[in-house]
């Protein structure tokens, strides 16, 4: 599977969980097997405001794309994120943002 990571500068939270060719963003289940050799499924046939673009299938490999919520302290690896590849079934490691900076008085 390849996740490829659309930023947008944003305060919600991205949470992904890899199962296979199941994917749990934010507790919602999405279940990609159907998704066969060849196959293009349109963003907009998924009703989940995370993905853009299509999924599709290729040499065996989903590939999709996702929006990547940033938030104000974001890093140079969440503003350009490069694809994920090669995932491990279990929580997605995403790109951190840099430690939050201490209050001024």
Do not use: C, Y
């Amino acid at each position: 599977m390849i996740i490829n990571l659309s930023p947008q500068r944003r305060e919600d939270v991205l949470s992904i969980i890899k199962s296979g060719d199941v994917l749990t963003i934010n507790g919602e289940v999405f279940d990609l097997s159907p998704i066969q050799e060849g196959d293009t499924l349109p963003a907009s046939a998924i009703s989940s405001p995370w993905f853009l673009n299509k999924v599709e299938r290729n040499g065996g490999e989903l590939e999709l794309t996702l929006i990547f919520p940033n938030p104000r302290n974001f890093s140079q690896e969440q503003a350009f994120p490069v694809p994920l590849v090669n995932i491990p079934d279990g929580v997605v490691q995403l790109p951190q943002p840099l430690p939050d900076a201490p209050e001024q008085e």
